[in-house]
């Protein structure tokens, strides 16, 4: 039997234990086989306080449940002393910072220095300590480390959750637990990208940050500066401009185009000027990055792995829409989406079917709260908007309405605009049911694609070109663009269901990488990373 001496290259945390594990290459169970010591020292810490403390009751059941199922053999511990896997995942605990993860949820930091332990019962400490915390970090790799909808009603999530025993019972199956236990975080090149960033980021911190450029003036293009050199140094960190492309101290030419790119990557007007908001994106720090990717990470690992084949992706923060077949971008265009107050929500649904020339049933707030009290002073306010009174359904004189005796409890008719240019909705809409009445669609406000920030709507998605989008989808089913102007030139409401449901994801992500390495980050407008942050903190404080 051969004995491997492992030294541990450890973070700074772990480094002073002074421990050094002989580790024996035998098969882990079987050896405490009758040890009635060792059965009641397990069965001890199982039930202990200490470990359900950290942990909700489902958990430690399952895990004591697994425990009793395998007699108590260890999963950790080779001729009673940690295993060369036992060390593997206790160094990838004290590294879980690497996914966004806190290292501290997990106990990491104590962790380390109870392998020098050897009786029964600190061994069963050691084993039972290990299984909690490796189970709460794969659970947390697995589907986030809070429930999205329990941090904010307006996600609409519920991310497939694995238990406790299953982890053991994988890890206790596997030839490699550290590959184990990274087949459970998201099997995506998207989540995989943003953790290699944040992989940069840390690097970058360790390094001592950016330097800060100081303020000043606004810089426009052609100026002489002296915080040009400091700008060139920043843009070359970020990789949007090539080392040598620029000197001097004028901020003109390739300079000025990597300051738009990079403008452009963090959601700004890529006009080439510093001002304000410019110089304040720039000098946002690298901890306040690292908190940003971090908490998209979490984000990621809400999402389901397949997003299935076609999809519509929408992102809230990006104010972006596009549609994946085969994994291949066939549509991508700007969205208007909902304002401050009227914040679109976070889910997933199927679209089933579009409608051409569609009527806009305005909704009951807004009928309520913006239309009722113009009728009230002119019945016929909305009659240029080509908005028509509805009373079941049959359409009724606005003139004959008492409007002044209607109010938001009482409002027992229907507004409903009629399909046209001016509808609210557009040319057509991208049905995917649901309980908010959120649709992607047309509309008729095309200036307001030319802003950089788009919060616009009351809730609903308007998008950039939709008979683009129109013609992607409907190809599949035979349908041409001349057949799709055909049905919108007809001016005949008209519905066409599709064939298959296409999945339609809209999610909130204010911090992602694309394919080619580019990265990208996004304004907090609806406040989500503040709370999601808070909920995170609350979540290591427990």
């Given at each position: 039997m051969l004995a491997v001496v492992l030294p541990l290259a450890l973070?700074?945390?772990?480094?002073?234990?002074?421990?050094?594990?002989?580790?024996?290459?035998?098969?882990?169970?079987?050896?405490?086989?009758?040890?009635?010591?060792?059965?009641?020292?397990?069965?001890?810490?199982?039930?202990?306080?200490?470990?359900?403390?950290?942990?909700?009751?489902?958990?430690?059941?399952?895990?004591?449940?697994?425990?009793?199922?395998?007699d108590y053999a260890p999963l950790w511990l080779v001729d009673g002393k940690p295993s060369r896997a036992a060390q593997k995942v206790i160094f990838a605990l004290l590294t879980a910072y690497e996914d966004g993860l806190n290292p501290a949820e997990y106990k990491a930091d104590v962790m380390y220095p109870k392998i020098g332990n050897g009786d029964a019962q600190h061994l069963a400490d050691f084993e039972v300590s290990l299984s909690y915390a490796v189970t709460l970090y794969g659970q947390h790799l697995h589907s986030g480390r809070v429930e999205p909808n329990r941090v904010n009603?307006?996600?609409?999530?519920?991310?497939?959750?694995?238990?406790?025993?299953?982890?053991?019972?994988?890890?206790?199956?596997?030839?490699?637990?550290?590959?184990?236990?990274?087949?459970?975080?998201?099997?995506?090149?998207?989540?995989?990208?943003?953790?290699?960033?944040?992989?940069?980021?840390?690097v970058i911190r360790a390094r001592g940050g950016w330097d800060i450029i100081p303020e000043g003036d606004v810089l426009k293009p052609g100026m002489t500066d002296g915080r040009v050199a400091t700008l060139r140094k920043r843009l070359i960190e970020e990789g949007d401009l090539a080392e040598g492309a620029h000197e001097g101290d004028v901020y003109d030419g390739a300079l000025v185009e990597a300051l738009k790119n990079y403008q452009t990557r963090m959601g700004l007007e890529p006009d080439g000027v510093i001002g304000p908001t410019t110089l304040a994106e720039l000098n946002t720090t690298v901890d306040e990055r690292i908190r940003t990717v971090d908490l998209n990470l979490e984000r990621r690992r809400w999402m389901q792995a397949n997003f299935g084949n076609p999809y519509v992706f929408v992102n809230l923060a990006d104010q972006t829409v596009k549609y994946v077949k085969?994994?291949?971008?066939?549509?991508?265009?700007?969205?208007?989406?909902?304002?401050?107050?009227?914040?679109?929500?976070?889910?997933?649904?199927?679209?089933?079917?579009?409608?051409?020339?569609?009527?806009?049933?305005?909704?009951?707030?807004?009928?309520?709260?913006?239309?009722?009290?113009?009728?009230?002073?002119?019945?016929?306010?909305?009659?240029?908007?080509?908005?028509?009174?509805?009373?079941?359904?049959?359409?009724?004189?606005?003139?004959?309405?008492?409007?002044?005796?209607?109010?938001?409890?009482?409002?027992?008719?229907?507004?409903?605009?009629?399909?046209?240019?001016?509808?609210?909705?557009?040319?057509?809409?991208?049905?995917?049911?649901?309980?908010?009445?959120?649709?992607?669609?047309?509309?008729?406000?095309?200036?307001?694609?030319?802003?950089?920030?788009?919060?616009?709507?009351?809730?609903?998605?308007?998008?950039?070109?939709?008979?683009?989008?129109?013609?992607?989808?409907?190809?599949?089913?035979?349908?041409?663009r001349a057949d799709i102007d055909a049905i919108v030139d007809s001016g005949r409401r008209q519905v066409v269901r599709l064939n298959e449901r296409i999945p339609v994801h809209v999610a909130y992500l204010t911090a992602w990488v694309n394919k080619d390495g580019s990265v990208y980050y996004r304004r907090d407008i609806y406040g989500r990373d503040e709370v999601l942050d808070k909920a995170l903190a609350v979540a290591v404080a427990d």
């Amino acid at each position: 039997m051969l004995a491997v001496v492992l030294p541990l290259a450890l973070p700074a945390m772990a480094q002073d234990t002074g421990t050094v594990v002989v580790v024996e290459e035998s098969e882990p169970g079987g050896v405490y086989e009758g040890d009635i010591e060792w059965y009641v020292s397990m069965q001890d810490r199982l039930n202990s306080a200490e470990h359900r403390l950290v942990s909700d009751e489902q958990r430690s059941a399952n895990i004591a449940l697994w425990y009793e199922q395998r007699d108590y053999a260890p999963l950790w511990l080779v001729d009673g002393k940690p295993s060369r896997a036992a060390q593997k995942v206790i160094f990838a605990l004290l590294t879980a910072y690497e996914d966004g993860l806190n290292p501290a949820e997990y106990k990491a930091d104590v962790m380390y220095p109870k392998i020098g332990n050897g009786d029964a019962q600190h061994l069963a400490d050691f084993e039972v300590s290990l299984s909690y915390a490796v189970t709460l970090y794969g659970q947390h790799l697995h589907s986030g480390r809070v429930e999205p909808n329990r941090v904010n009603r307006e996600l609409v999530l519920f991310p497939d959750e694995i238990s406790a025993d299953r982890i053991l019972e994988r890890l206790s199956q596997a030839d490699d637990v550290i590959a184990e236990l990274r087949d459970l975080s998201p099997n995506t090149d998207r989540y995989d990208r943003l953790r290699k960033h944040l992989q940069d980021l840390i690097v970058i911190r360790a390094r001592g940050g950016w330097d800060i450029i100081p303020e000043g003036d606004v810089l426009k293009p052609g100026m002489t500066d002296g915080r040009v050199a400091t700008l060139r140094k920043r843009l070359i960190e970020e990789g949007d401009l090539a080392e040598g492309a620029h000197e001097g101290d004028v901020y003109d030419g390739a300079l000025v185009e990597a300051l738009k790119n990079y403008q452009t990557r963090m959601g700004l007007e890529p006009d080439g000027v510093i001002g304000p908001t410019t110089l304040a994106e720039l000098n946002t720090t690298v901890d306040e990055r690292i908190r940003t990717v971090d908490l998209n990470l979490e984000r990621r690992r809400w999402m389901q792995a397949n997003f299935g084949n076609p999809y519509v992706f929408v992102n809230l923060a990006d104010q972006t829409v596009k549609y994946v077949k085969d994994d291949k971008t066939l549509y991508a265009a700007l969205a208007q989406v909902g304002q401050s107050y009227h914040r679109t929500p976070v889910f997933s649904d199927y679209m089933e079917y579009l409608e051409f020339n569609p009527y806009w049933n305005v909704p009951q707030s807004i009928a309520t709260n913006e239309y009722l009290p113009m009728l009230k002073a002119n019945p016929y306010a909305l009659k240029a908007q080509n908005i028509n009174v509805l009373r079941n359904d049959a359409t009724i004189d606005p003139g004959q309405v008492p409007w002044r005796s209607y109010s938001k409890a009482n409002f027992p008719v229907r507004l409903r605009q009629e399909p046209g240019p001016r509808n609210a909705l557009g040319r057509v809409k991208f049905m995917f049911p649901n309980q908010f009445s959120i649709y992607l669609h047309d509309t008729p406000s095309k200036s307001n694609f030319d802003r950089a920030s788009r919060y616009f709507s009351h809730g609903c998605i308007r998008i950039q070109n939709p008979f683009d989008l129109a013609t992607v989808i409907l190809a599949d089913q035979g349908m041409t663009r001349a057949d799709i102007d055909a049905i919108v030139d007809s001016g005949r409401r008209q519905v066409v269901r599709l064939n298959e449901r296409i999945p339609v994801h809209v999610a909130y992500l204010t911090a992602w990488v694309n394919k080619d390495g580019s990265v990208y980050y996004r304004r907090d407008i609806y406040g989500r990373d503040e709370v999601l942050d808070k909920a995170l903190a609350v979540a290591v404080a427990d």
